[in-house]
T-cell receptor
Framework: SAVISQKPSRDICQRGTSLTIQCQVD?????MFWYRQQPGQSLTLIAT?????????ESGFVIDKFPISRPNLTFSTLTVSNMSPEDSSIYLC???????????FGQGTRLTVV | KQEVTQIPAALSVPEGENLVLNCSFT??????LQWFRQDPGKGLTSLLL?????REQTSGRLNASLDKSSGRSTLYIAASQPGDSATYLC????????????FGKGTHLIIQP
């Protein structure tokens, strides 16, 4: 299994600013993913965080808005840039692979943009 | 494109009842299916993982079944308790761990004391 620490757990931000969310895993993992959960909705995949290369974004998500870093096999960051109230969501980090096929999730970051 | 549907969207039952949550998916070419629990404002807790070659998995009072050919899974909760109140999410892995998971919208479950 994997234990994921995600920071911050919540934040209230002004529109037009940026927030960087950190995801730390207690073991090396192959795959790391970032999801968004808008109010009352299910989870939608934003991107796959690739170690040593650019992230792979899903349709509707772009690097300028959601830049992602993955400097090693245990850490990743997601930045939500130039925020608007529509970005108010829960953002979740997930990991899979390297000895297990089960997906594990962090506790999420609840973002409110005012 | 894979789509996952969960029925019902919400369910409220008295404590002690056995209940079934349903999940269906449009593309049967999956690697595995996973059931999660989400408490309000929190992250996801993995409940059960069923590999594509398996028919069911059990953990305590929970039993999940998978019929890949028909694109269906069920989560059976026995002897429900108020602590089971949460949103239950079904998710399928269609990319072998390389493309993330596709989630349903969840079933919001309330167990009345």
């Amino acid at each position: 299994s994997a234990v994921i620490s995600q920071k911050p757990s919540r934040d209230i931000c002004q529109r037009g600013t940026s927030l960087t969310i950190q995801c730390q895993v207690d073991s090396q993992v192959t795959m790391m993913f970032w999801y968004r959960q808008q109010p009352g909705q299910s989870l939608t995949l934003i991107a796959t965080a690739n170690q040593g290369s650019e992230a792979t974004y899903e349709s509707g998500f772009v690097i300028d808005k959601f830049p992602i870093s993955r400097p090693n096999l245990t850490f990743s960051t997601l930045t939500v840039s130039n925020m608007s109230p529509e970005d108010s969501s829960i953002y979740l980090c997930s990991v899979e692979g390297t000895g297990f096929t089960e997906a594990f999730f962090g506790q999420g970051t609840r973002l409110t943009v005012v | 494109k894979q789509e996952v549907t969960q029925i019902p969207a919400a369910l409220s039952v008295p404590e002690g009842e056995n209940l079934v949550l349903n999940c269906s998916f449009t593309d049967s070419a999956i690697y595995n299916l996973q059931w999660f629990r989400q408490d309000p404002g929190k992250g996801l807790t993995s409940l059960l993982l069923i590999q594509s070659s398996q028919r069911e998995q059990t953990s305590g009072r929970l039993n999940a079944s998978l019929d890949k050919s028909s694109g269906r899974s069920t989560l059976y909760i026995a002897a429900s308790q108020p602590g089971d109140s949460a949103t239950y999410l079904c998710a399928v892995d269609s990319g072998g761990g390389a493309d993330g998971l596709t989630f349903g919208k969840g079933t919001h479950l309330i167990i009345q004391p």
